[in-house]
């Protein structure tokens, strides 16, 4: 049965960045991960994540806006993904089937972002309002 295929949406920066999507292709690669990443999308033309893609093999697409439903759809269509993700993924995201999309890392950032809101931090931050029951718990915040 072949697996489904993901896209990545990570934006890193002009000078780094990418850690979450390499690691999702390592665990897609080991069998921890089982779904195909059929690519990566960033809002940097250069950088971390590129760096990435052409060192891992995942075929890349710059996105530099506008950050549009329609231009969302666009990219999963070209890539014929059946599943997409915020891996890092610092725009938001509109217009994708939410049962097929999910956000791991900065999904709540919104609510979160600032100075010093990066790696841990976001998490730790993130999951003290959950306990002080603040944040919602049926639909993903990146994907409104």
Known sequence: MPKPKLLVFASGSKDGGGSGFEKLVEHAKDGGLS???VGVVSNHKHGGVRERADRLGIPFDHFPGPWTAEEY???????NADYSTGSGWLKPMTGLDLARTFGIHPGLLPKFGGKGMYGHHVHEAVMAAFRRGRLPTRRCACSS
Do not use: L, P, T
């Open 35 to 37: 779904a195909e990443i």
């Open 73 to 79: 759809r666009k990219r999963v269509e070209k890539f």
